[in-house]
């Protein structure tokens, strides 16, 4: 019949849901670089962010730069505290030989050693990450 308390529904409930993610309220735009112990970038790889039930990550690009994400690509991140971890960073060579980049303890929350606190204002936090140990 009428389309206006439809219209206000579909606005209602697309307030309602951009209050209760957060989208964008209250994120905090974080991004930094993932470099090894002697100052090179970690070229390929996902940083993710993790509390018990929310997760923010970005991709590791060429030059060891991410950007963090919640919901989109790049929206930020939630203040509070992380365990950070660094997934994907390996290659895989012609052959399907794969390739570590990194000490795999980085893929696990509970041995990573890596923790943030983001607050409100902090705008980076870069990583240091080792190799994976010879024969590994």
Same mark, same amino acid.
């Given at each position: ?73 790049? /929206?930020?991140? !939630?203040? @509070? ?6 997934? $994907?960073?390996?290659?895989? &060579?012609?052959?399907?030989? =794969? ?8 893929? /696990?929350?509970? !041995?990573? @050693? ?6 409100? $204002?902090?705008?980076?936090? &870069?990583?240091?990450?080792? =190799? ?5």
């Amino acid at each position: 019949m009428t389309k206006k308390p439809l219209c206000r529904s579909l606005l209602f409930a697309s307030l309602v849901l951009t209050v209760i993610c957060g989208c964008s309220n209250g994120q905090v735009p974080l991004s930094g670089s993932v470099t090894f112990e002697d100052g090179s970038p970690l070229t390929q790889g996902i940083v993710c962010f993790r509390q018990e039930n929310y997760q923010a990550k970005g991709d590791i690009d060429s030059k060891g730069h991410y950007v963090l994400g919640a919901i989109h690509a790049k /929206d930020g991140i !939630k203040p @509070g505290d992380y365990a950070v971890i660094i997934l $994907g960073a390996n290659s895989t &060579d012609d052959f399907g030989k =794969k390739d570590i980049l990194i000490d795999p303890k980085f893929e /696990d929350p509970t !041995k990573s @050693g890596i923790v943030c606190k983001v607050e409100k $204002g902090m705008r980076k936090f &870069d990583i240091t990450v080792q =190799k994976p140990a010879a024969g590994k």
